[in-house]
C-alpha cells in the first residue's frame, strides 16, 4: 500500500507580482517529495479556498510580501471554518512584522516564515506537523 | 468520516467528499474496493476528452478556455491535469492550474491535479479511476490532461472518447514529431500557438499527412488553428468536438469505443493478477532457481526451460 502524499498549495494572494519567495518554496518543497500545487499570482482567498478543498490539500502556505496579510489570512480562515475544512493547516511566509505575526498566531495561523528562511526549516517544519498529526 | 458517510455526502452533490474520495483512491487505500463498487455502478453517462501534446504546448490554456466555453452548454465539468512526479525525490509540482485561474471560481467546474507518481504512460496511476469518480459524481464532460507526452505514450486514448493532440511550431522537427505515434491517436488535431511563425507550415504538413494516414478512415480528424491565450479558435475546437461526438453516435462507435476500453483494462489487469499469483508460488520461484542454473550450465535451453515452467503452472492454485 502507498504511503500518504503530503500535498501542500502554495498560493501567492493579492494584486502584487512578488512572485519570487512564492516559487523558491514551492520548488524546494517538491524537491523535499511534496506535491506541490502552485496557482500563480493574484489568488483571492475564494480561489484558495476552493483550490484546496478540491485538490483536497493538507497545508495551505501564503506568499504576502504586500503588506495585505492582516485581511488575507483570516479571511481564509474564515473561508475555511465556512467551508467545514478547518483540517487543512494554514501557514506562510514573506514581510509580516512581528505585532502582526503574534496576533495571526492567536487567530490560529500557522508558523509565518521571515525572508531568508532556509528551504529546510520549512521541511522541517511539515515533517513535524504530521508527525503530531499521525500521533493524535 | 465513515465511508459510508463520504459516499452518502458524495451522493448530496458534497465537493469535499468527491474530493476525499478521490484521495483514498489515488492513495490506494484500505477502502478504495468499497468506493471503486459503488463508483463502478454508476459511470457512464460523462463525455470524456482527452488533450495530449508536448509540455507547454498550450494544453492547459486550451482546456481553460474550452471549459469556460462548454460552461454555457453543460454545468458540470470536471478537470484532471496530470504532471511528472520527480525520479529524484518522487515530490511534484502541479502547475497546470496556473493556465486555469478562470475556473477557480466556476460552480460546476471541479479541477484535480495529479502527479504521476512513477507512472510511464503519460498519466497518473489512477487517472481512469477518477475520471469514473467524477462521472458518477455527476459530471457531464471530463477533460484529462496528460503530462505532455513525447511521442509513444498513447494511453490516453484509451481512456476517452475523443483525443484531442496538440502541436506548437516549435514542437520542431517538423515531420519527423508528426510522423510519431501522436498521429495515430488523434481524433482532433490542433496547432496552438499560430500566432507564431511556422504555425501555418506546421499546419499544413499536418493536413497532408492526416489526409494520406486516414484515407480508408471514415472519421477524418480535422486540424485547427488555435491561440489559446488569445481565445482564437476554441469556438471551431468546440464545434469539432461535438462532430466526433456525432460522428460517434451515428455509426454506434461509441459503446464499441468504451466496451474495447473495458476488455483491455480486463486483460490487463487478469494478467498482472496471473503474474502475481504464479510469483507467489513457492514450487514456481523453487523450480525458476533450478532452471536458472540448468540454462546457465547449458543443460538445457531457454526453450525448454520455459515449456518445464510452464508444467509447473498447472500445479498454482
Ligand atoms: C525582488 C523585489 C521586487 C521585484 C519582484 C520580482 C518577483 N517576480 O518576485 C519587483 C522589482 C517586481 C518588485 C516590485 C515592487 N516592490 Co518589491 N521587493 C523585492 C525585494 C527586494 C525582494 C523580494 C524577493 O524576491 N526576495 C527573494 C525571495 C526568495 O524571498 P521572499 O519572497 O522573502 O521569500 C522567502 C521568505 O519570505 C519565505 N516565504 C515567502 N513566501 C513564503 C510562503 C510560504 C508558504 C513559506 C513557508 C515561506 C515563504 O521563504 C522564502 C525563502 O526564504 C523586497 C525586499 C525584501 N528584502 O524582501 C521588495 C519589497 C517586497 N517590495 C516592496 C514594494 C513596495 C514594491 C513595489 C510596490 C514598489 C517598489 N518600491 O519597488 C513594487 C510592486 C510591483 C508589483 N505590481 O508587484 C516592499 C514591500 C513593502 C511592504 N510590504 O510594505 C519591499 C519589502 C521593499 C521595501 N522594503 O520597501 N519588488
Ligand atoms: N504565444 C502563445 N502562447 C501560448 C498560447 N497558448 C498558450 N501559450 C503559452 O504557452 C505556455 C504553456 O502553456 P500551458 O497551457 O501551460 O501548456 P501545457 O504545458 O501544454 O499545459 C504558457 O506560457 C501559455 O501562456 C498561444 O496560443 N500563443
Ligand atoms: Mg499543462
Redo the contacts between chains.
Keep these: 500500500m502507498e504511503k500518504k502524499k503530503i500535498k501542500i498549495l502554495i498560493a501567492k494572494p493579492g494584486l502584487d507580482g512578488h512572485d519570487r519567495g512564492a516559487k523558491v518554496v514551492a520548488r524546494g518543497l517538491r524537491d523535499a517529495g511534496f506535491e506541490v500545487i502552485y496557482t500563480g499570482l493574484h489568488q483571492t482567498p475564494e480561489m484558495i479556498v476552493n483550490t484546496a478543498i478540491q485538490e483536497d490539500v493538507d497545508i495551505i502556505g501564503l506568499s504576502i510580501l504586500s503588506g495585505a496579510h492582516m485581511t488575507i489570512f483570516p479571511e481564509v480562515l474564515r473561508l475555511l471554518k465556512e467551508k467545514g475544512a478547518t483540517d487543512i493547516h494554514l501557514f506562510g511566509g514573506g514581510i509580516i512584522p512581528d505585532e502582526d505575526k503574534e496576533k495571526l498566531y492567536q487567530m490560529g495561523v500557522g508558523k509565518l516564515f521571515d525572508p531568508g528562511t532556509k528551504i529546510s526549516e520549512i521541511v522541517e517544519y511539515i515533517n513535524n506537523l504530521f508527525k503530531e498529526k499521525v500521533s493524535e | 468520516m465513515t465511508i459510508k458517510e463520504y459516499l452518502k455526502k458524495f451522493e448530496e452533490g458534497d465537493?469535499?467528499a468527491l474530493?476525499?474520495i478521490?484521495?483514498i483512491i489515488e492513495?490506494?487505500?484500505?477502502e478504495s474496493k468499497e468506493i471503486l463498487e459503488y463508483i463502478g455502478k454508476r459511470t457512464g453517462k460523462a463525455y470524456r476528452i482527452g488533450i495530449t501534446g508536448p509540455q507547454g504546448s498550450g494544453k492547459s490554456t486550451l482546456i481553460a478556455k474550452l471549459a469556460k466555453r462548454l460552461l454555457s452548454k453543460f454545468k458540470e465539468i470536471g478537470i484532471i491535469a496530470c504532471d511528472p512526479?520527480?525520479p529524484?525525490?518522487?515530490?511534484?509540482?502541479?502547475?497546470d492550474?496556473?493556465r486555469m485561474?478562470e475556473l477557480?471560481?466556476e460552480k460546476g467546474i471541479?479541477?484535480?491535479?495529479m502527479?504521476t507518481?512513477g507512472s510511464l504512460n503519460g498519466l497518473a496511476y489512477k487517472t481512469k479511476e477518477v475520471a469514473d469518480i467524477l462521472d458518477a459524481f455527476g459530471k457531464e464532460i471530463i477533460i484529462i490532461e496528460t503530462i505532455g507526452v513525447g511521442q509513444v505514450e498513447v494511453e490516453i486514448s484509451n481512456l476517452v472518447d475523443t483525443t484531442i493532440v496538440v502541436f506548437v511550431p516549435e514542437s520542431g522537427d517538423g515531420i519527423q514529431v508528426l510522423k510519431a505515434g501522436l498521429t495515430e491517436i488523434g481524433d482532433i488535431f490542433v496547432v496552438n500557438k499560430s500566432d507564431r511563425i511556422g504555425a501555418d507550415i506546421l499546419f499544413y504538413e499536418l493536413k497532408n499527412l492526416i489526409e494520406m494516414s486516414y484515407q480508408n478512415s471514415k472519421w477524418k480528424p480535422p486540424v485547427i488553428l488555435t491561440q489559446a491565450v488569445n481565445n482564437y479558435g476554441i469556438e471551431e475546437l468546440e464545434k469539432e468536438i461535438i462532430n466526433h461526438y456525432n460522428y460517434l453516435i451515428e455509426n454506434n462507435l461509441l459503446e464499441e469505443k468504451r466496451k474495447k476500453a473495458v476488455i483491455r483494462e480486463l486483460v490487463n489487469n487478469f494478467e498482472n493478477e496471473i503474474l502475481k499469483i504464479l510469483w507467489q508460488s513457492e514450487r514456481v520461484k523453487k523450480l525458476f532457481e533450478k532452471v536458472v542454473e540448468e540454462v546457465w550450465e547449458k543443460k538445457i535451453t531457454i526453450e525448454e526451460g520455459v515449456k518445464k515452467l510452464i508444467k509447473e503452472v498447472k500445479y498454482v492454485k
Excluded at chain 2, 471541479?110 to 491535479?113: A, D, K, N, Q
Aim: charged letters at 25%.
Design positions: 465537493e469535499r474530493s476525499k478521490i484521495t492513495n490506494g487505500y484500505e512526479s520527480s529524484f525525490s518522487f515530490g511534484a509540482l502541479l502547475g492550474r496556473i485561474n477557480f471560481l471541479f479541477i484535480r491535479s502527479a507518481r
